[in-house]
C-alpha cells in the first residue's frame, strides 16, 4: 500500500487530506525511521524538506500562501506536483497518480475503501457510520445519516417522501410524510455549505445532485 505523509501547520487541511486519502485507499502516517512514498508538504515547510529521491513531493498550495506565491516559485519548482486548495477527490486521486508516475514510482494503482463514499466534501463511512465534511466529522440523528446514505448511495435519482419513508423509517412506521421533509431540512443545516446538494423535487421529493 502507497505510504502518504502531510506536513502543514493547518490542522483543518491536515485533517481534510487525512480523510480524502484513507477513503482513497492510502496510508496516511508513518514512523519517523520510514520514507514515505509521497510527501505532501505545504510551500512553508517545502525549502526544509529533506530531499529523498524515493519520494514523490507534492507541494500544498493554500488560500493563505497562494497570495505570496510571487516569492516562493523557486521553492515549488522541487515539487513533483502542486495541489492547490480546495481540491476534490476526483483531481487528488489523479495528481497523485500522475506524479509516482512521472517520479517512476511502481505502485501507483490503489484499492478504494468500498466502505466509505465521498461526494464533493461529504464522506460518509457505511461502517463506523460517521460523516465528515471537509475533513472533519459531523454530528447527525441516526434517520439524518440514513437519509443521506439512501440519497448518496443513489446518486441523481428521485425519492419520492413515501419512498423515503418506507426505506428509511420502514413499513410499519405509521407517522406522516411531512416527517421527511423535517428531517431533510435539519440535515440540509448541518451539511452548511452543501446543503445545496441534496435537492427537492417538486411535487415529487429529493434526490442527491449528480
Not at 481534510?16 to 510551500?43: F, H, K, N, W
Not at 507541494?59 to 505570496?68: D, K
Not at 506524479?99 to 511502481?106: E, K, P, T
Not at 484499492?111 to 457505511?126: M, P, R, S, T
Request: proline share 1%; with cysteine; charged share 30%.
Amino acid at each position: 500500500m502507497t505510504t502518504v505523509s502531510i506536513t502543514t501547520k493547518n490542522i483543518a487541511v491536515k485533517e481534510r487530506l487525512q480523510v480524502d486519502l484513507t477513503a482513497l485507499g492510502y496510508s496516511v502516517g508513518i514512523p519517523t525511521t520510514e520514507v514515505a512514498d509521497v510527501c505532501i508538504v505545504d510551500e512553508e515547510s517545502l525549502e526544509r524538506l529533506p530531499k529523498d529521491p524515493r519520494s514523490v513531493i507534492i507541494a500544498l498550495v493554500t488560500a493563505r500562501s497562494r497570495n505570496h506565491l510571487d516569492g516562493s516559485l523557486k521553492s515549488l519548482l522541487d515539487a513533483d506536483d502542486i495541489l492547490v486548495m480546495a481540491y476534490d477527490v476526483d483531481e487528488l486521486s489523479l495528481r497523485l497518480q500522475l506524479a509516482q508516475l512521472r517520479h517512476g514510482a511502481v505502485e501507483v494503482e490503489v484499492e478504494v475503501d468500498k466502505n466509505i463514499l465521498q461526494e464533493n466534501g461529504i464522506a460518509i463511512n457505511f461502517e463506523t457510520y460517521e460523516v465528515w465534511l471537509d475533513g472533519r466529522t459531523i454530528d447527525l440523528t441516526f434517520k439524518e445519516y440514513e437519509l443521506l446514505k439512501c440519497l448518496m448511495t443513489h446518486k441523481g435519482r428521485v425519492y419520492s417522501r413515501n419512498q423515503l419513508l418506507n426505506d428509511v423509517w420502514g413499513y410499519d412506521y405509521y407517522g406522516g410524510a411531512r416527517t421527511v421533509d423535517v428531517h431533510i431540512r435539519r440535515l440540509r443545516s448541518k451539511l452548511g455549505r452543501y446543503e445545496s446538494l441534496v435537492e427537492t423535487v417538486r411535487n415529487v421529493g429529493y434526490r442527491f445532485k449528480r
